[in-house]
């Protein structure tokens, strides 16, 4: 926990908040409070109402921009720390509130879809909005959002925006950043800056990027126009196929798409995942993926790609509509998340995952290296109930990983994240630094990937410290994300190298032993 640098206190910041929301949008039930102090990266622990980081002051309900700018204002004079939230839906201990007495700016009252512009392909709404809201109201238009992550029924454009989130069809519609056109963002003092949507611009950097992934340790998106798409579902077509590898997996992805072709899914499960998902069809094999979407022509031509692409690797048809049912159901709202805190409770078995991205050269190999080194030298590895992967976004040049960990519990609820979670994360982000990838590929930075925020970025680290400095110089703004502070999160996190250094040294006292 860090300490406050607030020369007021707490009842005095609520004195300050109550002269600038009304009594009604200031939450200070300690219930509330508790759960407004972490995120899904401690899901076990809240589960069981263990919450250690600092209790905020209060949640601050934002309605208008005009409050989020007076909330800022407050924050930067009298040096608070503030934690902006929307849809709640982070994993990375991002909304943690690591320093006492924050506030909590939440934002999801500001819920207005401003404008929908169909000539233009655009909408234009709050930060507050929920994606699935907006998604099935464009769908009356014939129009999407093109943006479908697993959490669309819970998430809301400020942090889909401030996470650079990625969607389930981002093979063919981009990720968010492909999708912002303009935005309004709210900074420290409460200095607020518009950026207009336009078709493009060389107007200098794209000052858009300076916003979009701040993870709000910069400022507070408040306004987003975004890019819509004509909608299809009629068109979709549906491919899969059981290979025997992970790399012939990796390269039909990669033929597919560095041929041209953008189907909107486009994945591939190791058996183990892939037993999550399909046991029911996959015999033990690797799972590919693929969904055509669009108008008739380019949908024709694409699953004819995909059938040529197949037709050069050994591998099983899988009947399109057992992919078709799966894709029916593969978001997660509240009914799936309370299954989930009831299966924590009942059976003490828990899953995380870590997404990472890498070269198409690296993938498989960075795929081998983490799980070879979790059997052979993770401590734990007997807990663990299921380890595998997915890859399900892919580019040009390569593909994202995206690591799935269960496991049954063998620690009381306050040890089990040091036990399990945060040693198998950073054995992910090494080795996917190892392989010259990126530590994280669309969840954030948080507060728990921070330790390795510098060697993500290598020589390009000033530029965003630089960012810090010039935009929060208070040091106000959602303190310990994405950039590390000493005390933000538990050594154990902030170090993770140690405990690692001493289970290979360990390993090989054993090696030697037994030699």
């Not at 303009?182 to 078709?199: C, D, M, N, Q, Y």
């Not at 049912?325 to 509240?334: H, T």
């Not at 899953?351 to 991205?357: I, P």
């Amino acid at each position: 926990m860090i300490d406050s640098r607030s020369p007021l206190n707490r009842q005095e910041i609520l004195a300050e908040l109550g002269n600038r929301l009304p009594s009604e949008r200031i939450e200070t039930n300690e219930t509330a409070l508790k759960e407004a102090s972490v995120d899904r990266f401690k899901k076990y622990q809240s589960v069981h109402e263990i919450f250690n980081a600092p209790l905020p002051v209060a949640i601050a309900y934002a309605t208008s921009t005009e409050d989020v700018v007076a909330i800022l204002e407050l924050a930067d004079r009298y040096l608070i720390n503030v934690v902006p939230r929307s849809g709640r839906t982070g994993t990375e201990g991002g909304l943690e509130t690591s320093v006492s007495n924050t506030i909590v700016l939440d934002i999801s009252r500001m819920n207005q879809v401003l404008s929908v512009d169909p000539e233009n392909m655009q909408v234009t709404v709050e930060a507050g909005v929920q994606l699935q809201t907006l998604e099935d109201q464009l769908r009356e238009q014939g129009l999407t959002t093109g943006h479908s992550p697993q959490s669309k029924p819970l998430a809301q454009y400020g942090g889909l925006v401030a996470t650079r989130s990625i969607g389930q069809f981002s093979t063919l519609y981009g990720a968010i950043e492909d999708m912002v056109m303009g935005l309004e963002a709210v900074f420290p003092g409460g200095h607020t800056a518009r950026i207009k949507s336009v078709p493009r611009r060389a107007a200098g950097p794209d000052i858009r990027h300076v916003l979009i992934g701040n993870e709000g340790a910069l400022a507070v998106i408040t306004e987003v126009t975004l890019k819509v798409f004509r909608y299809f579902p009629e068109n979709d077509e549906f491919h899969g196929a059981l290979v025997d590898d992970m790399s012939t997996g990796v390269a039909i992805l990669r033929e597919v798409i560095t041929n041209g072709f953008r189907p909107s899914v486009a994945r591939l499960y190791s058996p183990e995942d892939a037993n999550q998902h399909f046991s029911h069809f996959s015999e033990g094999k690797c799972v590919v993926i693929f969904v055509a979407e669009g108008p008739k022509s380019i949908v024709e031509a694409t699953s004819t790609e995909i059938r040529r692409v197949l037709g050069q690797h050994v591998h099983q048809d899988v009947d399109p509509d057992l992919i078709e049912e799966w894709f029916q159901n593969l978001n997660w709202g509240p009914d799936k998340i309370e299954a989930e805190k009831k299966a924590m409770l009942d059976n003490q078995r828990l899953g995380y995952t870590t997404e990472v991205s890498a070269s198409w050269s690296q993938v498989t190999d960075l795929y081998d290296a983490v799980i070879r080194r979790i059997r052979n030298e993770y401590p734990y590895a007997k807990d663990l109930t299921m380890l595998g992967g997915h890859s399900s976004h892919s580019y040009q040049t390569g593909t994202n990983m995206y690591f799935v960990y269960d496991y049954h519990i063998d620690a009381s609820p306050e040890e089990e994240i040091e036990k399990y979670h945060i040693p198998l994360n950073a054995i992910i982000v090494e080795e996917a630094l190892r392989h010259g990838g990126s530590i994280v590929h669309h969840h954030g930075i948080g507060k728990y990937r921070s330790p390795w925020t510098q060697q993500e970025h290598g020589s390009a680290y000033q530029i965003l410290t630089a960012l810090k400095n010039a935009f929060d110089p208070n040091g106000v703004m959602n303190s310990g994300t994405i950039i590390p502070v000493e005390g933000a999160i538990q050594a154990a996190a902030a170090h993770p190298d140690q405990q690692l250094d001493q289970w290979a040294s360990e390993n090989r006292g054993r090696e030697d032993s037994a030699s």
